[in-house]
């Protein structure tokens, strides 16, 4: 499976944001997806997960309430909206499908996109 993520920007505190990924592959469409996102000299943490029905969504604690992920499985897509967005929100965000088993650790995942940074001014 091939990702890329796209959407990322420079915005104020409390602006929204879409950010979107891309996937290439027969299967996709039957993978968890998730979104990561790393701040330099700290670990990629994990942000939200989407089953491959959509139906069941899972999100970081720091985001819950203000993020919400979403897919396309006709478009092989996931998205990320982000709402009321916080100078703490700043990072590269990542896209990544697949994972072997739990969907919000990072080693667990077997695809990644390249990475879209957010950055949020105060």
């Known amino acids: 499976v091939q990702l890329q993520a796209s959407g990322g920007g420079l915005v104020q505190a409390g602006d929204s944001l879409r950010l979107s990924c891309s996937a290439s592959?027969?299967?996709?469409?039957?993978?968890?997806m998730a979104w990561f996102r790393q701040v330099p000299g700290k670990e990629r943490e994990f942000v939200a997960a989407?089953?491959?029905?959509?139906?069941?969504?899972y999100y970081a604690d720091s985001v819950k309430g203000r993020f919400t992920i979403s897919r396309d499985n006709a478009k092989k897509a996931v998205y990320l909206q982000m709402k009321g967005l916080k100078p703490e929100d700043t990072a590269v965000y990542y896209c990544?499908?697949?994972?072997?088993?739990?969907?919000?650790?990072?080693?667990?995942?077997?695809?990644w996109g390249q990475g879209t940074l957010v950055t949020v001014s105060s």
């Open positions: 990544a499908a697949d994972p072997r088993d739990s969907y919000d650790k990072e080693y667990e995942y077997r695809s």
């Open positions: 592959g027969r299967t996709v469409s039957s993978y968890v």
């Open positions: 989407i089953t491959w029905s959509g139906l069941t969504t």
